[in-house]
Nanobody, 118 residues
Framework: QVQLVESGGGMVQAGGSLRLSCAASGIIFSNYIMGWYRQAPGQQRELVADITSGGSTNYADSVKGRFAISRDGAKNTVDLQMNSLKPEDTAVYFC????????????WGQGTQVTVSS
């Protein structure tokens, strides 16, 4: 059974920092691109950042220079360090695991709320 369990969300003032963590189980971690997505009320879910097993990263333009994604293959975890948070970063953040081999499969965590107050 595949599980992605997020932790670390919460409420913070603008300019503050939060660190999200996602623990994956039930998958061969190295076979998956791990990512963080977010969804604000009334908006579509969007990619925040992702990272391959080789460490290559990809960020949304809106978070470049403020957020950093990392993964630990020994612990099967992926973290998102969020600095200089802005009110527009407020959203539910979801952990995602995308299988890199055919067939492509996506798994999602349950989501964690991040609220940034001005």
């Amino acid at each position: 059974q595949v599980q992605l369990v997020e932790s670390g969300g919460g409420m913070v003032q603008a300019g503050g920092s939060l660190r999200l963590s996602c623990a994956a189980s039930g998958i061969i971690f190295s076979n998956y691109i791990m990512g963080w997505y977010r969804q604000a009320p009334g908006q579509q879910r969007e990619l925040v950042a992702d990272i391959t097993s080789g460490g290559s990263t990809n960020y949304a333009d809106s978070v470049k220079g403020r957020f950093a994604i990392s993964r630990d293959g020994a612990k099967n975890t992926v973290d998102l360090q969020m600095n200089s948070l802005k009110p527009e970063d407020t959203a539910v953040y979801f952990c995602n695991a995308q299988r890199i081999r055919w067939p492509v499969i996506n798994y999602w965590g349950q989501g964690t709320q991040v609220t940034v107050s001005s």
